[in-house]
């Protein structure tokens, strides 16, 4: 029903005014007595099988809510109820910004993708943290911190970004995310260069140690890497010894879309999401396992629309999944589904791995 009859519905309408539209939606429903316990029932699995342990963390289930969908900790809980193991909100900056003029986010149908030019747009880190420090007290899950720089911070200074967010995050996220791969925020790529990043990590590294305890760090990358530069992230990762990597980010390439290049010029800039971004997001994914010996962890995300899907970015390496424009395209039951297949595969027990190995 969802993609027969509601899809088409929302997708008559702005990309991000019917975003806006459906999560309000979503709290004002959750907030009606006994809906919340409705939907858990409707779209969580709770099964042994599917608990994880990475990077110190025990999560219910491999799958996650990638970055940019709460992007200011506004719906964690409500999105809980749809069956995530844990959710990351962002992309936070230090200081709130309104990001790139609209449109910005862009339906690709015919490759059930979508562009994307939000340019971190958000209400800064100390008001995600105020949010989650509400809702600490309540439902266990696991939440990450996607962190970025603002626009108007010259590379030079994007370290003291990072800091910032760092510090106003800490007490209410599980794991970081040092996002450095968007392509929607002028020079923030030039960052994932070797020099740069490595000290930028190793700075966020040391103020991590000086915590009473330390909290996984991770770095999200771009899919536009070349094999040079993953061979540099993987030094980069083994050295300052973060926790992981999130492969991938958004593509700026525009290769193999089905969508007209006439309307594909006409949207411009921005990165690609989706099932365009799913061999490439697995041919990283499993780059980086097999070159490092499965030395960290990595998160797999572009292109999940299935249980398929997912089991292929864990067949290559990864130790968890997450989803978003899949999420969209597929409904409110794909973490179900899944969860569901993923539960019942003879071969997932195979794909674990005991965190010793990380």
């Excluded at 599917?50 to 110190?56: A, N, S």
């Excluded at 600490?136 to 720089?149: D, F, V």
């Excluded at 260069?193 to 991770?218: C, G, S, T």
């Excluded at 799913?278 to 998160?299: D, M, N, W």
């Amino acid at each position: 029903m969802y993609k027969r009859v509601v899809l088409p519905l929302l997708f008559r309408f702005d990309a991000e005014q019917i975003h806006h539209f459906v999560t309000s939606f979503l709290k004002f429903s959750l907030a009606i007595p006994g809906f919340r316990w409705l939907a858990r029932q409707l779209f969580t699995v709770d099964d042994p099988r599917l608990k994880r342990e990475v990077f110190g963390i025990r999560f219910t289930n491999p799958v996650g809510l990638a970055a940019g969908f709460d992007k200011n900790a506004e719906w964690v809980d409500e999105l809980a109820c749809l069956g995530f193991g844990f959710i990351e909100i962002g992309t936070v900056t230090p200081r709130p910004q309104a990001g790139n003029d609209r449109p910005r986010l862009f339906r690709l149908k015919a490759d059930k993708g979508l562009i994307n030019r939000m340019g971190f747009n958000n209400e800064g880190a100390k008001a995600a943290a105020s949010r989650l420090r509400k809702r600490r007290s309540g439902q266990q899950l696991i939440i990450g911190g996607n962190i970025g720089k603002n626009k108007m911070t010259p590379n030079e200074n994007a370290l003291d970004d990072y800091l910032a967010c760092f510090h106003d995050l800490f007490d209410t996220v599980d794991y970081f995310v040092v996002n450095v791969s968007s392509p929607n925020t002028p020079g923030l790529r030039a960052l994932q260069e070797k020099e740069p990043l490595m000290a930028l990590l190793q700075r966020l590294q040391d103020e991590n140690r000086r915590k009473p305890v330390a909290k996984p760090i991770l770095l999200k990358i771009a899919p536009d890497l070349t094999d040079s530069q993953l061979d540099d992230i993987i030094e980069i990762v083994t050295t300052t010894r973060i926790a992981g990597i999130i492969a991938t980010n958004t593509t700026i390439s525009r290769d193999g879309l089905q969508t007209d290049a006439q309307t594909v010029e006409k949207i411009g800039m921005g990165g690609v999401s989706g099932a365009p971004l799913k061999q490439r997001s697995t041919e990283v994914i499993r780059y980086l396992c097999q070159q490092s010996g499965h030395a960290f962890p990595v998160i797999g995300v572009g292109g999940i629309a299935t249980a398929e899907d997912a089991l292929e970015k864990l067949r290559a390496g990864a130790s968890l999944v997450q989803v978003y424009t899949g999420f969209i395209y597929e409904g409110p039951t794909l973490a179900k589904e899944i969860c569901k297949v993923l539960a019942e595969e003879v071969d997932y027990s195979h794909l674990q791995k005991d965190e010793s190995t990380h």
